[in-house]
């Protein structure tokens, strides 16, 4: 290690003492900036001499790397971001307090994942999916898309899990030299319209899954898939491993979160089966499926920021019809513009009782009554959690309204 890396170990740990009450991480995130400022290429020295999985998408990143972090947990230890300090401030903190050689699977910011790459040159990147969200940040999904294939491009000896449904994905994966292919799904297809190969027209369904009419890009055979059959799910593999899958955390998306989690980990050896009996002894995620009780109440707390995130959300509420009490705010973190909240198919929450809370909650009022959805507009988070009665009920909210809930409960 150079002397300017510990050196800024020193000061990441000394900034770090100080400001416990910001670790967001498995460190400081000041900690993390302070140490950047005094070695730049500290996230280089710090993961130089031990094997590192990224995962990064839109959706997933956090739950796919638990699933991830706990499978490689089984052949020793591994330090990870499980609190979702996902940029670098937040990995260098993460990594500075890890032993030399334990390996690392950490969750990267997508915008952050080319420049990761290039810096720590990992044993294998997870690519979930790719869709709109926080749009005062993200000028154009498909611009991203380039910058992954470009980033994949120049780490031949990175090993790629791909998600094969999600056509963006697939075509940055697509100039990997070593691709495991995963049928991860992809519900959320408003931002895949179009082939980011030759602009021609993407269809989707059929045999292929999608395919573009005007080139031959198309969907790639999968390697890893869920099958699902009355009732219960198997994770199976090309060389005909099939591991029944009986997560705690609920809904379709955690299957395939699971699922590129068993792909990641056979690339470090760990057997299919190991890993999912890994991910099935994971109940909740940094609060997200956490369940609470609220006055006599079960909550279970649920994260939804961008509308692909919702879709799977409205999928998992659709199977009963409890209360849901939904909150937005509309800070750096979440992004500033809440138009999104117009993509969303809310028409989906007719029929239940709904609560609109949060900063922007008036601007999900407005929506919620385009959609013809009655509702309460009650602005204070706590107030709208603490007005539904009943024995279960939903939160759901965005980024920086699900750390408040996570807060108050």
Known sequence: MSTRTRLGVAVGAAVGGASRRLRLGGGSVIGGRAQLVVDPDALGALTRGRPVFLVSGTNGKSTTTAFTAAALGTQGPVVTNSLGANMPPGL?????????????????????????????????????????????RTAEVRTLAASWRAAVGAAPDTH?????????????????????WVAAGLSW???????????????????????????????????????ESAGSTVVATGDGARVPLRLQLPGRCNGANAAMAVAAARVAGVPAKAAVA?????????????????????????????????????????????????AINARIADGRDPSWLWDV??????????VATGERSRDLAVRLAYAEVPHRHVPDIEAAIRSVQGPDMYVVANYTAFQAVRGML
């Open 92 to 136: 260098v903190a993460t990594l500075a307090p890890a032993a030399t050689g334990v390996a690392a699977v950490l969750e990267v910011d997508e915008h952050w994942l080319p420049s990761t790459i290039a810096k720590v040159h990992p044993r294998a990147v997870s690519l979930l999916n790719l869709s709109r969200d926080q749009m005062d």
């Open 160 to 180: 790629v899990i791909a998600n094969a449904d999600d056509p963006l994905v697939a075509w940055a994966a697509l100039v990997g030299r070593e691709v495991t």
């Open 189 to 227: 297809t408003d931002d895949a319209w179009s082939c980011p190969e030759c602009a021609g027209r993407l269809v989707f369904g059929g045999p292929e899954g999608w395919e573009c009419m005007g080139c031959d890009l198309a969907r790639p055979r999968p390697d890893v898939w869920l099958e």
């Open 278 to 326: 890994a991910a099935e002894r994971i109940t909740d995620v940094g609060g997200r499926y956490q369940v609470f009780d609220v006055g006599g109440t079960r909550a279970r707390l649920l994260l939804a920021k961008n509308p692909a995130g919702w879709v799977e959300v409205l999928e998992l509420l659709s199977h009963d019809a409890l209360p849901v009490v939904v």
């Open 345 to 354: 198919p809310f028409e989906r929450l007719q029929g239940r009782e709904v």
